[in-house]
C-alpha cells in the first residue's frame, strides 16, 4: 500500500517569502515519482514539478523546487518570493507500483499583500 | 492537441439515476485514472487503468463502475446515484515510461438531488 500525507491544513506566506510545503509518503515500491500539484479557486489541476526515486538532484521548475530526501521520506515544496498569484490549494502526489497515483490531503496557501 | 477531455462539464441528477462520465485523451497515454474531490476535501483515487481492457478498484470504487476498450476512452459509470456522489470528478493520464506528469480533464462538476 501506498501512503501519501500532508500535514498542514493551511498556510500563510507573505509576498515575496519563501514557503515550504510538507510532504511526507510511504510506499514499498522502489521506483516511484512524486508530483506536485497547484488548483486555484477556479478548480483545475496545475502540474508544477515532479521527481523521481532514483534521481540524484532535487527537481526545479523556476520558482518551485522539491526539496526530495529519500532517507525521511519526504517531498517537501519549496515556493520561493511568492506571489499573490501563489494563492491556491496545493497537493503533493505519489505514483507507486502499477501506476497508481494517489494524492495527499491538500495545503491551502494564502499569499498575504 | 487536446489532452483529457471531459465531458459533461455539469451535471444534476436525481437520486437513483444513473450516468456516464467520459473521459477521452488523444496523447496515447497508457495510464488513466478516475478521482473524485468532495468540496474542501483532496483528491481520492475511484478506478484507474494500465492499458485497454485492464481496470483495477482505487480507494473509492462502490458505486461505480469503468471500461476500457481502447487506449483513448475511459468512461466513468454511475449506476443508482446517491447524495453521497455529489462531487467534482477529475480524469487523468499518464504516459507509460515517461512519469512526469499526470495530464487531468478540466472536471465535471455532479449534483445529486
Known amino acids: 500500500a501506498q501512503k501519501i500525507t500532508q500535514t498542514q491544513p493551511g498556510m500563510f506566506v507573505q509576498e515575496k517569502e519563501a514557503v515550504t510545503l510538507d510532504c511526507t509518503y510511504d510506499?514499498?515500491?522502489?521506483?516511484?515519482?512524486l508530483f506536485w500539484y497547484k488548483q486555484p479557486s477556479s478548480g483545475e489541476m496545475i502540474f508544477l514539478i515532479y521527481?523521481?526515486?532514483?534521481?540524484?538532484q532535487n527537481a526545479t521548475e523556476g520558482r518551485y523546487s522539491l526539496n526530495f530526501q529519500k532517507a525521511r521520506k519526504s517531498a517537501n515544496l519549496v515556493i520561493s518570493a511568492s506571489q499573490l498569484g501563489d494563492s491556491a490549494m496545493y497537493f503533493c502526489?505519489?505514483?507507486?507500483?502499477?501506476?497508481?497515483?494517489?494524492f495527499g490531503t491538500g495545503t491551502k496557501l494564502q499569499v498575504i499583500p | 492537441n487536446a489532452g483529457v477531455t471531459q465531458t459533461p462539464k455539469f451535471r444534476i441528477l436525481k437520486i437513483g439515476q444513473s450516468m456516464t462520465l467520459q473521459c477521452t485523451q488523444d496523447?496515447?497515454?497508457?495510464?488513466m485514472y478516475w478521482y473524485r474531490q468532495d468540496p474542501g476535501m483532496g483528491l481520492k483515487l475511484i478506478y484507474y487503468?494500465?492499458?485497454?481492457?485492464?481496470?483495477d478498484k482505487g480507494e473509492v470504487p462502490n458505486g461505480y463502475n469503468v471500461s476500457r476498450s481502447t487506449t483513448e476512452d475511459f468512461p466513468l459509470r454511475l449506476e443508482l446515484a446517491a447524495p453521497s456522489q455529489t462531487s467534482v470528478y477529475f480524469c487523468?493520464?499518464?504516459?507509460?515510461?515517461?512519469?512526469?506528469?499526470?495530464?487531468f480533464g478540466q472536471g465535471t462538476r455532479l449534483t445529486v438531488v
Open positions: 521527481q523521481g526515486s532514483y534521481d540524484q
Open positions: 510506499t514499498s515500491d522502489p521506483s516511484y515519482g
Open positions: 496523447m496515447n497515454h497508457n495510464y
Open positions: 502526489a505519489l505514483s507507486g507500483g502499477y501506476q497508481k497515483v494517489t
Open positions: 487523468a493520464s499518464i504516459l507509460k515510461g515517461v512519469n512526469t506528469e499526470a495530464f
Open positions: 487503468s494500465v492499458g485497454a481492457g485492464i481496470t
